[in-house]
């Protein structure tokens, strides 16, 4: 998950968690769907590259900055502040929200309790036999 924070714009203060691929742009089928001056229908878009880096991709004529250096492509680290047109975004990477594991531990500790007792058990019928 990644989260992005807006920094400036109509929606500042505001934060987004999405999956990558995140498209972001004016449309409204946009994964991120931003409004502000400067930005194009379909600005840019961050997805996952084979070597499982996270690369910020400019679409079309949209002018796209990574920490004040223009770029077409470029691999986001966390913290990284990306401008689009008029609007200013901060990438992070989301905190790893991992289930709670206790109950299954639980059910499953029972069970070797279970399976070591009845074998206790059946030795001892077959040893009384």
Known sequence: MIELRLLSGNRKGESVSARPPL?????????????EPGVWESHARIACAEDGRLHLTAVGEGAVSVDSKPVRDAVLRSGDRIVLGS??????????????????????WSMLVAAVLLQLALLGLLAGA
Request: aromatic share 2%; hydrophobic share 35%.
């Open 87 to 108: 609007v200013t975004l901060e990438f992070r990477l989301a905190p790893a929200c991992q289930p709670g594991l206790q109950g299954p531990e639980r059910l499953l």
């Open 23 to 35: 498209s972001i742009g004016r449309s409204p089928s946009s994964g991120l769907c931003l409004s």
